[in-house]
């Protein structure tokens, strides 16, 4: 049971252009969420990250939106860069009586043509 | 320049066969993960750690899967025997997890190939 989904596999856009990954989740007790971009051959790294108490987190190019309501975040990149392209994966993490554990989406590949 | 540290990063092997995978946290982080990643399943918890012991293998194959860590610098995957279907990426990570939450920072992973 995919607690985490991100239902696009793959997003193109054009140098320059704003680039949205989206993501949504089922479990209403995650309180925090994070964004982690994967090169090939490589273990993912730490983009950016939210708490539940927000609505939004910026980072340079890189902001994340969380609509608690909808139980959707996004990522928007802008501008978007030819070394953006990787695989992105949302995470979002509850916690429990042993403490916090991420979960994981399947990923979506984004490709910036220059 | 603190990382977690994969060995070996790839492995092929034979079904039927022991595979062991190695991870060295970073120093001072008190919980290990151990990923599957898969096309269907993305990144799939397979056991995590805290202060080196056990939380949850929930997402382990119990039969053929097992997870330690024999000192705060070592945890292992080991998968015995081991079948074609076991073939991924298998990422560790660590983190210091506490009162607030914290991310993960990912090893490169060990790439295993199960013929």
């Known amino acids: 049971d995919q607690q985490v989904k991100q239902n696009s596999p793959s997003l193109s856009v054009q140098e320059g252009r704003i680039s949205i990954l989206n993501c949504d989740y089922t479990?209403?007790?995650?309180?925090?969420f994070l964004w982690y971009k994967k090169y090939p051959a490589e273990g993912p790294t730490f983009l950016i990250s939210i708490s539940s108490i927000k609505d939004k987190n910026e980072d340079g190019r890189f902001t994340v939106f969380l609509n608690k309501s909808a139980k959707h975040l996004s990522l928007h990149i802008v501008p978007s860069q030819p070394g953006d392209s990787a695989v992105y994966f949302c995470a979002a993490s509850a916690p429990t009586n042993t403490g916090n554990q991420f979960y994981f989406g399947t990923g979506t590949s984004l490709t910036v043509i220059p | 320049d603190a990382r977690v540290t994969q060995t070996p990063r790839h492995k092929v092997t034979e079904m039927g066969q022991e595979v062991t995978m190695r991870c060295q946290p970073i120093l001072g982080h008190n919980t290990v993960f151990w990923y599957r990643q898969t096309m269907m399943q993305g990144l799939e918890l397979l056991a995590y750690?805290?202060?080196?012991?056990?939380?949850?293998d929930s997402g382990m194959p119990k039969d053929r899967f097992s997870a330690e860590m024999p000192d705060a610098t070592l945890a292992t995957l080991k998968i015995q025997p081991s079948e074609p279907r076991d073939s991924a990426v298998y990422f560790c990570?660590?983190?210091?997890?506490?009162?607030?939450?914290?991310?993960?920072?990912f090893g490169q992973g060990t790439r295993l190939t199960v013929v």
């Open positions: 479990n209403s007790m995650f309180d925090y």
């Open positions: 750690f805290r202060n080196r012991a056990p939380l949850d």
């Open positions: 990570a660590s983190g210091l997890v506490g009162t607030g939450t914290t991310e993960a920072f």
